[in-house]
């Protein structure tokens, strides 16, 4: 089993500092290449089921819901996950449960496979979210830990074009596995090409990864994990059912308490790191200013990137008619400008938070193209005309998404990067689940199932985009002006 056996992590002598520090790890660019893949395995799941959604409930039945669970059940399990993963990376090692959130996130995606129910899909994609939330805190951990300072700038940098790729990629990967139709699995094919992969992510995160013992005698924080956990469900829950249900008086009731429970949870960290009890956060992250701007700033990007790519799906397969093939096409000129605009992002590190500031006007901007499209097109749209906007936002994407990880976690101690990774990992998972509960119950809410409800319900939810990105642009003012050296 020698296959299995990690390379141990080597120390050198720290004679600045007085102890002992990692050396540069000798496999970090290959280890590197195995974390982001696991990362970006997760991303791809936590997309596309905004393409693959209709065509699921069409088959295993349910309500417009069950459109929206399938995205939001992934990603509440996923904030609720996400604080505890970085906290047991921290006790139990990164290296262990980054192999066993993998682990557990292959068997995930084939219970997901093999669902008869949309009850039976959407618990499955809770546990997708919860192996998930183990896997992912740990990738910015280990990057920290295997690379040297003049490194890490550059390793991050890479970070974020391949996810913000993943995220985007994960729809049209969805719609042309379903196309196909491999075997006759439609849109099974989609969570079964995950065996392969996470069989392999497995095998070289075993061998690839550096040993970590994790810190002794840690302990978990349960009150603080439930804390949080409810008060995501109590806020993602009423958004997305409260509309089918009229909008009775206990959803309101519901979302109000989920804001006293997220300050609940702030109190609770604060009152038990004075008592020297182990927390989820690290109450210093949050007296830092750049870091509290990022966690705004991730919640309505990501709910902003999100939305408009599940407005956009239920506008063209449930609004249209596309098939979901041809709705993962319209958007690839979205991933293309996303993509080729990351290449060039490590030569405008240096203007600092005015890339993520361009990057949110420009993404709107593309979005009021859209709409402008949209409207002028009516039903007779072709997936060609929505070119422009598309390649405008994907451009703004690149810009914000590129720059995010780096900005946000320069700004953070060693002692403090499990829990910086952990709750800026949760913050965007909250932010996707928010993104899609609120425009999705935008769009349905207007949608008459007519042509001209669909345009309704199309502007209305574009238009909310726009002010969502609007506001992150407000909140990226919290930023350094200048981006900070290694």
């Not at 996923?78 to 047991?88: E, I, P, S, T």
């Not at 809410?445 to 407000?474: E, H, N, P, Y």
Request: proline residues 4%; charged residues 10%.
């Amino acid at each position: 089993m020698a296959i299995l056996e990690a390379p141990a992590e080597p120390l050198t002598r720290d004679d600045t500092a007085g102890r002992h520090t990692p050396a540069p790890y000798r496999w970090r660019w290959a280890a590197l290449g195995v974390v982001m893949a696991g990362s970006a395995m997760e991303l791809l799941d936590s997309s596309v089921t905004g393409v693959a959604g209709p065509t699921m409930q069409a088959e295993l039945g349910g309500g417009a819901a069950v459109i929206q669970w399938l995205t939001a059940a992934y990603t509440l399990a996923m904030v609720g996950g996400l604080l505890l993963g970085a906290r047991l990376g921290d006790i139990l090692g990164r290296r262990r449960m980054f192999l066993w959130g993998a682990a557990g996130f292959t068997a995930a995606s084939l219970l997901v496979a093999v669902s008869q129910s949309a009850d039976t899909a959407v618990a499955a994609r809770v546990l997708q979210g919860l192996c998930g939330a183990a896997m992912v805190p740990q990738v910015f951990a280990l990057i920290k830990a295997m690379f040297p300072p003049h490194e890490t700038q550059k390793a991050f940098g890479l970070a974020g074009p391949i996810m913000g790729v993943a995220a985007i990629g994960g729809p049209s990967l969805a719609g042309w596995l379903i196309d196909l139709d491999a075997f006759g699995t439609g849109w099974r094919s989609i969570f079964l090409i995950n065996l392969p992969i996470g069989v392999a992510i497995v095998l070289l995160a075993a061998r690839l990864l550096p040993r970590d013992r994790g810190t002794t005698g840690g302990r978990l924080d349960l009150t603080g994990a439930l804390l949080a956990s409810t008060a995501g469900v109590t806020l993602i829950y009423p958004l997305v059912q409260g509309r089918e249900a009229g909008w009775p008086l206990w959803s309101f009731l519901m979302m109000a308490v989920s804001l006293a429970l997220f300050a609940g949870f702030a109190v609770h960290q604060v009152r038990k790191s004075r008592r020297g009890g182990d927390v989820l956060v690290v109450p210093s992250l949050f007296r830092k200013r750049a870091f509290n701007g990022g966690l705004v700033l991730g919640v309505l990007l990501m709910a902003a990137m999100a939305g408009l790519g599940f407005v956009m799906t239920l506008h063209l397969q449930v609004g249209l008619a596309f098939s979901p093939i041809a709705a993962a096409a319209a958007m690839i000129p979205f991933a293309v400008a996303m993509g080729g605009t990351m290449a060039f992002l490590d030569r405008l590190a240096r203007y600092g938070r005015a890339t993520l500031l361009a990057g949110a006007l420009i993404n709107a901007a593309g979005i009021v193209v859209l709409m402008v499209t949209v409207g002028t097109a009516g039903t007779g749209l072709a997936w060609y005309q929505l070119t422009p906007g598309l390649v405008l936002a994907g451009v703004g994407s690149a810009l914000f998404m590129g720059r995010y990880f780096d900005s946000v976690m320069q700004a953070v101690s060693v002692t403090e990067i499990g829990s910086a990774a952990g709750t800026l990992s949760a913050v965007q998972q909250l932010g996707a689940s928010f993104g899609v509960a609120v425009l999705g119950s935008v769009f349905f809410g207007t949608f008459t199932g007519d042509a001209d409800g669909l345009m309704a319900a199309t502007m209305l939810s574009l238009g909310a985009t726009v002010v969502i990105l609007l506001a992150g642009f407000a909140a990226g003012f919290t930023l350094p002006r200048r981006q900070p050296t290694a």
